[in-house]
């Protein structure tokens, strides 16, 4: 389906939707409310067991119905199955020379792409990057230590503790693909999961900026333990941890600068600035607060 899940005081709440997926293309956003898979209310059901009521065949269609911001009454949405199709890593070199990024999801490989794509805005001159994570979420954790280590090289990127888990750290490996050039993140309310291990390990090593507005807050570690008569529990063991000693899943990731839908101009519609497809333009306020930060930090260093 290509919808990112949370569910908080007993509402399922869509965190992102993934591009050119069925969700997508049906109209469902980040902030919409699924009320009904079929026949069955989600309140009295956890997001595993909603994930596998939406899970099926290719071609087959399975109804749900959503709430929007603005409407009391579920909608009716049918979608049609497919195989899962993970938008790639989308790099483009800008006309300050300021390298961008966006990504979607943390899914297998994505961290090769990303260091590819570093590799290829270096050659073409880019000095400064802007790292791209709003509405991404989803993935694999090891995708988003990757990641991160492709600007770290070294240094704490997040710890797992829980009242029977005793503290795990995870830290940055040595990479042949470090990139030491200044560096912008963007996040957005949508950005859950891998990618806030990411956000808050630039932030929590003063590696960079993290610019936008908090995000989601995903992070718990999961552990299916066997019952003896074939089925399992799957338990949340742990949380996942800032370099700053606060859970994710509490508090999210909080910006180093706070640029937002409430910082638009007047003159700028803010819906169509806010909106995915919008993400990289020249009306991209979070982006351009980015290239600001960025010219900034790059004028104050000459100076110095």
Known sequence: MGIYLSKRSGYVTVVSVLPGSPAEKAGIRAGDLIDRVEANPTRE???????????GAPDTTVKIYVVREARGEPEPISLTRTLPNYPPVVAKLLEDGDGYLRVSTFDK??????????????????????????????????????T???????????????????????TAHPTDSVSDLPLAVLINQSTAGPAELVASAILGNKRGEVVGVRSFGVGVFQKLIPVGDGSALLLSVAKYYGADG??????GVTPSVIQGAESASADIDEEEIQTPEHFGGKDDLQLRKAIEILMHSSSTAKAA
């Open 45 to 55: 059901l956890s997001v595993l067991q909603i994930e596998r009521l939406l899970a």
């Open 109 to 146: 490989g994505k961290a090769r792409q990303i260091a590819a794509k570093l590799k290829e805005l270096e050659s073409q001159g880019a000095h400064k990057i802007i790292l791209d994570l709003r509405n991404c979420a989803g993935g694999d954790v090891q995708e988003a230590v990757d």
């Open 148 to 170: 991160a280590s492709l600007f770290l090289g070294k240094g704490l990127i997040t710890y797992l503790s829980g009242q029977r888990y005793p503290r795990q750290d995870i």
């Open 246 to 251: 606060k859970p994710i899943s509490d508090n």
